[in-house]
């Protein structure tokens, strides 16, 4: 099956300041590759996702880059804030089974 | 528009008890996939129901099970529980199957004594 892995584990970042979180998969047939932040006693919230068709998927001050033949896809936040501090998780599934392999997790940590 | 809902939010269980809990998906979807996330963990996939079937299963044994109703909505069931089941149990939604975005409800957080 699907294995994701996500480095680096936890991440300090001085407000206003860019994060940037990287994952690994490991199956060629992945194709869909959401993210989501998940906060303290809170369930997964997607913030966003890229599908293989395209490189590179902004929304305001994050953005997600993939590139396919290294098998990894990064998440970047510009311009951090407090509010930013959470424990993000990447995905990937086959988009033909909606069935999503996760990562660890990073904790980000946003420093005022 | 309401997005998933999970119930109960806590509870708390002995060990060798069963559990049911329960999912609403987000309104227009009909596809259910229950997950399991250990404390520090990322969410482990237990199984997806869609059209009242069990359609995908991940590696859980069969003391976990599931239903979908008409209404879509679905419950997990957990049997003989174990002090290991503890854990956060994630409902996700979409619509169809395949090809679409996964939504999270806000778990149900199982302590097993």
């Known amino acids: 099956g699907e294995n994701v892995e996500q480095h680096p584990s936890t991440l300090s970042v001085q407000e206003g300041d860019s994060a940037v979180i990287k994952c690994t998969y490991s199956d060629s047939a992945s194709n869909y590759f959401p993210w989501y932040k998940q906060e303290l006693g809170k369930g997964p919230q997607l913030i966003i996702d890229i599908r293989s068709n395209v490189g590179e998927k902004k929304d305001q001050r994050i953005a997600v880059t993939l590139n396919k033949t290294a098998k990894h896809f990064s998440l970047h936040i510009t311009e951090t804030q407090p509010e930013d501090s959470a424990v993000y998780f990447c995905a990937a599934s086959n988009n033909g089974n909606n069935r999503l392999a996760f990562g660890k997790g990073n904790q980000v940590v946003v420093i005022p | 528009d309401a997005g998933v809902t999970q119930s109960p939010t806590h509870l708390i269980k002995t060990r060798g008890q069963q559990v049911t809990l329960r999912c609403s998906p987000k309104s227009g979807h009909d596809t259910v996939s229950w997950y399991q996330q250990a404390l520090g963990q990322g969410p482990q996939f237990i199984f997806q129901?869609?059209?009242?079937?069990?359609?995908q299963r991940g590696n859980f044994p069969d003391r976990f099970s599931g239903h979908q109703f008409p209404n879509y909505s679905s419950e997990l069931n957990v049997n003989a529980l174990l002090l290991g089941d503890s854990a956060l149990y994630l409902c996700?939604?979409?619509?169809?199957?395949?090809?679409?975005?996964?939504?999270f409800g806000e778990g149900s957080w199982l302590t097993v004594v």
């Open positions: 996700a939604s979409s619509w169809g199957f395949s090809g679409n975005t996964i939504y």
């Open positions: 129901y869609y059209e009242e079937e069990e359609r």
